[in-house]
């Protein structure tokens, strides 16, 4: 059975009738119908009517290399035909794990050189949660278990994932998050900076921030300090440059841990591998995910720094985690062909030296000017456009959101693919974007936003 054999209005009846999508307004979904993509191929993705759209969100910030990649299909194929699968439990192994491993601490900061493997960053941010309160307690401080994180955080979608991340609707849902974690202020000058306060003072003070959550909390008994190195879900929040290595010295000056949540930024889309290197910091833990296999398998590897590792190592004594498919064969095996297409391409060089930087200019000569549009800000191919009602007063359309939704719409009409989230219009392209495509890509927005005026 295949779904040409299904008309469009076919296709989302048997939808309405049996699939409970994320992250979805159930009833609103209903009454509109879901959009089925069929097919994708380089930037862009096909609807079942034919539509061509580019996909300016690369999946859900996860296609890296691009659609339509066979060498992907073919390291599945032949790791799928020799192991399926096995498990690295009970003192056993599978070598694509192993070797993605080594990959993986190759292109890590050099004081990392383990990794844990989930199937997702959501697996991974839980694992990377216990993982830090198991380590204080090996060293003999169980009492330092409380995590800070900040207001609009996105860590994923379990339970313990969520109580990371600070986004409210999320909490509302809950009905009681894992216990002793704390959320500060975002690192979000356009929104948050005082009248006259320069971005570098603004960066420190919501690094302070931080700090006073550390002193309130007492430092004894706080184990770790996480966040996303940009805000990518709560709307591509790039902080000041003042903002994480302020960050890692308040850290190291009380003792606790840093955990950097690089699910979106991992593996070359803010121009170096890893966005510790671009913003000049050496976390204990980095999350990673998407990326890792281009979206074609889901796979996360949580990266674990020297520091922790060592001590799990010396002190001994069983880590009572792990997930069935912690180091799925086939997973590691796409994810090494992945990382290989990265290095081989030179898709990471690429970004920092001419796809981001035209990208910034793109926004900057193209976008920033026009009536409806606040700020536009990027880094790397990860950028997003912020939309207001006033230029000036940078008042914004009420209810939240609804004037970024209109935009997103007409975009999507225009053939450009892309998100809204509150009031940020946000990109994070493929990797293999060129300049030609981030032309086509400004043509379209600036369409979008003239026809949404
Ligand atoms: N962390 C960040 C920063 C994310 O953006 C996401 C997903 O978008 C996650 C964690 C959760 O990843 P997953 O959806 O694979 O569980």
Known sequence: MTYQNFSLSQLQAIDAAHYLHPFTDHKDLRASGARMIVRADGPFIYDSEGHALLDGMAGLW?????????????????QMKELPYYNSFFRCATPT???????LAELAPKHINQVFYGSSGSESNDTALRLVRHYWALEGKPEKNIIISRNMAYHGSTVAATSLGGM??????????????????MPYAFELALPGESDHDFGLRAAK??????????????????????????????????????????????????????????????????????????PDTIT??????????????????????????????????????SGHPVACAVALKNLEIIENEGLV?????????????????????????????????????????????????QPEGSAAVVVRDHAIAQGMMMRATGDSMILSPPLIWTRETIDMAGDRIVKALDLAL
């Open 62 to 78: 996860c296609v890296n290399v691009g659609y339509g990649r066979h060498e992907l299909a073919e390291a599945a194929y032949e």
């Open 97 to 103: 794990p192993v070797l993605l491993a080594k990959k």
């Open 168 to 185: 409210s609707g999320m909490h509302e849902q809950l009905g009681g998050a894992v216990p002793n974690i704390k959320h500060v202020m």
């Open 209 to 282: 921030a931080v700090e006073d959550a550390i002193l309130e909390a007492g430092a004894e008994n706080v184990a770790a300090f996480i966040g996303e190195p940009i805000m990518g879900a709560g709307g591509v929040k790039i902080p000041p440059a003042s903002y994480w290595p302020e960050i890692q010295r308040i850290c190291r000056k009380y003792d606790i841990l840093l955990m950097l949540d690089e699910v979106i930024t991992g593996y070359g889309r803010t121009g170096e591998w890893f966005a510790a290197q671009s913003m000049g910091i050496e």
């Open 288 to 325: 990673t995910a998407k990326a890792l296999t281009s979206g074609y398998q889901p796979l996360s590897a949580l990266l674990v720094g020297d520091r922790i590792s060592k001590t799990l190592v010396e002190k001994g004594g069983e880590f009572y985690h792990g997930y069935t498919y």
């Open 349 to 397: 060089e690429r970004v920092k030296n001419d796809t981001g930087p035209y990208f910034a200019k793109m926004l900057q000569e193209r976008i920033s000017g026009h009536p409806l549009v606040g700020e536009v800000r990027s880094l790397g191919l990860m950028g997003a456009i912020e939309i207001v009602k006033d230029k000036a007063t940078r008042e914004r359309f």
